[in-house]
DNA sequence: TTCGTTGTAACTCTTGAAATTACAGCGCTT
DNA sequence: AAGCGCTGTAATTTCAAGAGTTACAACGAA
């Protein structure tokens, strides 16, 4: 099980949205061309990072803002918008173990834990780098790409 | 998305193992019971923990040994026997991205090393914990029950 | 009012986990 | 050598979710 390519596909909105914002109006058409996939999945996408508020988009026109500095936007901030898994849970525990067995109604209290802490080391990763980052080292690559 | 309840299964199937290995023979059908589900599951979950080498698994008998000592047994290597993702990646990466867009002829190289330290962090954490501990924890609790 | 865009419902396709049934193969035990 | 309990595995079903697609109403600027 893998996570989803939506949260890469946010990930990938936000650097277009900054990298072509002077040149074209950044719409769910256009990025579904980058990306290419369909535009109403970048709907629905955009749709969760706005609710998350961390973009507004303008309907009719089109077009989309950023509503925080991207030095203050974290790709687990981006993250976060896209899982909706339940009670955010990286780990699927297996549903109900035998409580008339001793291991199998304590191996929650045991495991929980060590799960939690190992989904929050990879949390912890993803607040180090921000979308400020992504645009800048986007630009450089870009930029020495010719 | 989330990461399959095999890999909690796994454990819980070590635990059992050590705890009852003394009072009764642990077999798929005793598993399935402490577990709560199929033995069918419990023996495919066997065969990946015994391609691993993790274990060996006693035909017509029945029976199961833990191939190394539990203290070097630690929960990564459990996991890796059980989670058959392709090349091993913890992200979805949306598989197409439009080569003919900057943006997107670039996303790759930008994300792939950041994305590989988040899905490291955590087998980090998943490392520092062994079998061993486990067991020892389970003893514990399971004695304070009472 | 028109036009380009967003919001969203409804549907299909595909994949994978999980569960279940069935049965062949293995190796003690007697 | 025959029976028995267990493992190995194929085949099938059920269920949930991601992904893609079509269709259309709603919105807002020109």
């Keep these: 099980m893998q996570i989803t390519s939506r949260f ?6 936000f650097t277009c ?9 950044v719409t769910s058409d256009f990025l579904a061309g980058s990306i290419n996939t369909n535009p109403v999945i970048i709907r629905k996408i955009l749709t969760q990072l706005k609710n998350a508020d961390l973009i507004t988009i303008a ?3 089109g077009g989309i803002t950023v509503n925080r500095p991207l030095s203050e936007v974290t790709f687990y901030d981006v ?3 896209i899982e909706p898994v339940e009670n955010s849970a990286l780990f699927h525990f ?12 304590n191996i929650h209290t045991l495991l929980d834990d060590k799960l939690k802490a190992a989904q929050g080391a990879m949390e912890d990763e993803l607040k180090k780098h ?8 986007a630009l450089d690559l870009i930029a020495t790409e010719k």
């Design 8 to 13: 890469t596909i946010a990930l990938h909105i």
């Design 17 to 25: 949205v900054e990298y072509f914002k002077d040149d074209h109006k």
């Design 59 to 61: 309907r009719g026109t």
């Design 79 to 81: 993250y976060q918008a």
């Design 94 to 105: 297996h549903e109900s173990p035998n409580p008339n067995c001793p291991v199998g109604r």
């Design 130 to 137: 921000t979308l400020e980052d992504l645009k800048n080292e």
